[in-house]
């Protein structure tokens, strides 16, 4: 079965220090990868994707993601934090084998940046 | 003007009562999606829809009914609610293999 995991609820980080969000998936096909960011109040907002090609993907805001297939993972990362990312960040995951039929979401990690 | 818009923004009801919640959208996408997200839980499915004939249902249909009244229009229904279908609610839309697009949800308390 389709699934992911983002195996930590919270992450605090000083501002200016690199950043790390977990996310693991699971799928029978080959994986179609996404990380959004929710502000309070307000819908999902994409921030990058991973189809193929590089394993490291740049999207919005500086953000980028490292696709890692031998450990099912696409964990997200920046190099110098902002307070103005403190948010919750979604990790999601299309399954090929599904034929992309439905949108996997992990369960979330709220992004903590102190000044 | 909101590329997926969603109405209400909020809304509280009682117990026992019939809700719609409603969404368009303006991206021409043919595939669209009601989620819920609950703290700790993440967003779960609950219908999504390829087309105007075409509904399908998620991992958390009971209770919920769903219509697709043309492609840019796709409605949620709850036909009696009851308090734990307060939720935070979205509706999202996708084409092909790309990213799903967001509204920007629907607060519903049910009381």
Request: charged share 20%.
């Amino acid at each position: 079965a389709q699934s992911v995991a983002q195996p930590e609820d919270q992450v605090n980080v000083a501002e200016g220090n690199p950043l790390t969000v977990k996310c693991t998936y699971s799928v029978s096909g080959n994986p179609y990868l996404f990380w959004y960011v929710q502000y309070p109040n307000r819908g999902l907002q994409f921030l990058l994707k991973y189809i193929t090609g590089d394993n490291l993907v740049k999207g919005s805001y500086g953000f980028e993601a490292e696709f890692n297939k031998s450990q099912t993972s696409f964990h997200l990362k920046k190099p110098s934090a902002l307070v103005s990312d403190s948010a919750l960040y979604f990790c999601a995951v299309r399954d090929f084998g599904d034929n992309f039929n439905k949108f996997y979401f992990g369960s979330g990690t709220k992004l903590n940046v102190k000044p | 003007d909101a590329d997926v818009t969603q109405t209400p923004r909020n809304r509280i009801t009682k117990t026992g009562k019939r809700i719609m919640l409603e969404c368009s959208q303006t991206k021409g996408h043919d595939r669209m999606y009601w989620y819920r997200q609950d703290p700790g839980l993440g967003l779960r499915l609950i219908y999504y829809s390829f087309d105007v004939k075409d509904i399908n249902k998620g991992e958390i249909s009971d209770g919920y009914s769903v219509s697709r009244q043309a492609q840019a229009k796709f409605s949620l229904s709850l036909e009696s609610a009851i308090p734990n279908q307060t939720a935070l609610y979205f509706c999202a839309t996708g084409r092909g293999g790309s990213e799903a697009f967001f509204g920007q949800g629907t607060r519903l308390t049910v009381v």
